[in-house]
């Protein structure tokens, strides 16, 4: 059974800097892209970055080029995502999130190719 457990969330100031980690268990991790997604409420969920299986391939969305940073760790089945210079619009829910397939070394941003789910995790920027 495949769990997404998602930690790192809080609250910051306009400028400031957080990691997430998402732990994977349950399934054959390293041979699977997994993914950041977040959702404002009242909005879609949408894509925020992504990562092959070696970790060797990233995909960001604009909105967070050059500030946000996904890396994994396949020995310790876990993700990682390093948010800086964040600001009031990256405030949301985070979610951590396995891509349907595996031995993918192209993972997009399209929400409908993962399909298993974390509970998620709050951050919250203040101006």
Do not use: H
């Amino acid at each position: 059974q495949v769990q997404l457990v998602e930690s790192g969330g809080g609250s910051v100031q306009a400028g400031g800097s957080l990691r997430l980690s998402c732990a994977a268990s349950g399934y054959n991790y390293p041979i699977y892209c997994m993914g950041w997604f977040r959702q404002a409420p009242g909005d879609e969920r949408e894509a925020v970055a992504t990562i092959s299986p070696s970790g060797g391939s990233t995909f960001y969305a604009d909105s967070v080029k050059g500030r946000f940073f996904i890396s994994r760790d396949n020995t310790k089945n876990t993700l990682y995502l390093q948010m800086n210079k964040l600001n009031p619009e990256d405030s949301a829910t985070y979610y951590c999130a396995r891509r349907m397939r595996a031995y993918e070394s192209y993972c997009g941003l399209a929400r409908a190719e993962f399909t298993d789910w974390g509970q998620g995790t709050q951050v919250t920027v203040s101006a």
